[in-house]
């Protein structure tokens, strides 16, 4: 089975950067198309970014544009997400998502909360 494991979350202050990382012991890890999701106390899982299976695409979502950055390493079968200017708001679990012909795999969240 699959396992996808996030790591890099805490707690930082406003304005700060923090950089979560996603491992994948899946030696195939490079045909995949991975996204990074969050979510927020009481809010809808949010779809912050993509990337394309060898770095060529990505897309963000507004509110993260401009102060993430995904990109991926597929020799370490790791996905990264760069996240700069935090702010309160950032605050949510955020989660490791891989994107299959017809299945997805998720990791199980790290925790992220930007606070003074």
């Known amino acids: 089975q699959v396992q996808l494991v996030e790591s890099g979350g805490g707690w930082v202050q406003p304005g700060g950067s923090l950089t979560l990382s996603c491992l994948s012991d899946?030696?195939?890890?490079?045909?995949?198309?991975m996204a990074w999701y969050r979510q927020a106390p009481g809010k809808e899982r949010e779809l912050i970014a993509t990337i394309d299976n060898i770095s060529v695409r990505t897309n963000y979502a507004d509110s993260v544009k401009g102060r993430f950055t995904i990109s991926r390493d597929n020799a370490k079968n790791t996905m990264y997400l760069k996240m700069n200017n935090l702010e309160p708001d950032d605050t949510a679990v955020y989660y490791c998502n891989a994107k299959t012909w017809k299945l997805d795999y998720w990791g199980q969240g790290t925790q992220v909360t930007v606070s003074s």
């Open positions: 899946a030696t195939i890890f490079g045909r995949w198309v």
